[in-house]
């Protein structure tokens, strides 16, 4: 099997719950919800958990949290079923799951802040940094035509290590793991990028 067709933990994943995720996805188009209003409310229900955890409320911040993340795989289900896969959708649910990560670690950021702990914040802030650059750098390898699937630290492997960390009511945890497993990933990916980019020149070369 080829780089290019490896599966990744998120699609083992999607592959695992799909006896969840169709039904489910069904039942809320014959509720009459369309794919990116559940990508909205998805996004809603983790700005509210953020929210939570702002206020130092990381049980009921955890719980949100991983109610909600369910919720981008249920929107690319709901429109696989119902054939509104689009590419404006595609945009839709990947600005949205940015902006789902970024705002939880901005409520982790404001937590650390009213604590005073300045060590906190910037290592929170090295956790959205990394976090950040992992999405980018896939995006950024697919434009060019890189396979950018692989890494440790992906996006359902973030939230494994977030929402346990959180109902713990130690999000510490997460914060360390993820400022250097996230930037870590990061670091996985542009090697991954650059071998592929010296491949594809060796190709070119005439022998």
Known sequence: MTDSHRLTFTDRMRIWFRWFLEPTARFLLKLGLRPNMVTVLGFLGTSLGAWFVAQG??????????????????????????????????????????????????????????QGDALMVMMTYAAAAGTVLVSYLRARGEVQGFDVKAGLMTRVERYLVVMPSLLLQRPEIAVWSLAVLANFTALQRFWYIRQQAWARVRAQVPK
């Not at 249920?74 to 590419?87: H, P, Q």
């Open 57 to 114: 409320r990381f049980v009921a911040g955890g719980l949100l949290i991983g109610i909600t993340v369910p919720f981008d795989a249920l929107d690319g289900t709901m429109a696989r079923l119902s054939g509104e896969a689009s590419d404006w959708g595609a945009v839709v649910d990947a600005v949205t799951d940015r902006y789902s990560e970024l705002i939880t670690w901005a409520g982790v950021l404001y937590y650390y802040l009213t």
